[in-house]
């Protein structure tokens, strides 16, 4: 069975630090991937995707992602975080044409002004 | 364009009763997906309609159905509520003819069971 595993639950940092979330899947074949935001109050919104082509893919909000297909992988990085990063992240996988998705446990992400 | 709505947005109910939540997707989108998210299991699949049909199932009880109409609105019941199934229950919508996975989500329906 798929599952994706997130490494971190909880991350605190400091505005204008860098940050990457970890994120690996089990399924060897084609995969579809993505990361999701869920502000404090508000609905899962997309942050960016990955189908096929250029493995480092790049969001909304100054974020991006490299498909590591080797590793499994799919890490979200922001060089420079800002408070209203603050969040929780979700990864999330899907394969195939019906419209499930595999989620990680999430990463609650917190910023510090 | 209008996106996913969810209807009721909050609902108690009390252990034994049933309960029917109601889902638009966006316009244009044929296929349906719920979720359930809660803090111990986190977000997981339910189940996906498409053309009225459903497509996928994921391992949840019987007591959880749902079902889609013609204009691709869904609905999705649970009936015999249990504790266990407060949570929060999305609903996402996508375009039919990718086969991205590509979601768009709801705000969801906040369930509690008292």
């Known amino acids: 069975a798929q599952s994706v595993s997130q490494h971190n639950h909880h991350v605190i940092l400091s505005e204008a630090a860098s940050l990457e979330l970890g994120c690996n899947y089990s399924y060897g074949g084609t995969v579809n991937l993505f990361w999701y935001v869920q502000y404090p109050g508000q609905h899962l919104q997309l942050l960016l995707k990955?189908?096929?082509?250029?493995?480092l893919v790049k969001g909304i909000k100054g974020f991006e992602a490299e498909f590591i297909k080797s590793k499994f992988s799919f890490n979200l990085r922001k060089p420079s975080v800002q408070w209203s990063d603050t969040a929780e992240y979700f990864c999330?996988?899907?394969?195939?044409?019906?419209?499930?998705?595999?989620f990680g446990a999430g990463t609650r992400l917190a910023v510090h002004p | 364009k209008a996106g996913v709505t969810q209807t009721p947005r909050y609902l108690i109910k009390t252990r034994g009763q049933q309960v029917t939540l109601s889902c638009s997707p966006i316009?244009?989108?044929?296929?349906v997906s719920w979720y359930q998210q809660t803090p111990g299991q986190g977000l997981q699949f339910l189940f996906e309609?498409?053309?009225?049909?459903?497509?996928n199932k994921g391992n949840f009880p019987g007591r959880f159905s749902g079902r889609q109409f013609s204009n691709s609105r869904s609905e999705m019941n649970v009936s015999t509520l249990e504790l266990g199934d407060s949570a929060l229950y999305l609903c996402?919508?996508?375009?039919?003819?990718?086969?991205?996975?590509?979601?768009?989500f709801g705000p969801g329906t906040r369930l509690t069971v008292l």
């Open positions: 990955y189908f096929s082509g250029d493995p």
């Open positions: 996402a919508s996508s375009h039919t003819e990718a086969r991205s996975n590509e979601q768009f």
């Open positions: 309609y498409f053309s009225e049909t459903q497509r």
């Open positions: 999330a996988v899907g394969s195939g044409g019906y419209n499930k998705l595999i």
């Open positions: 316009s244009g989108h044929r296929s």
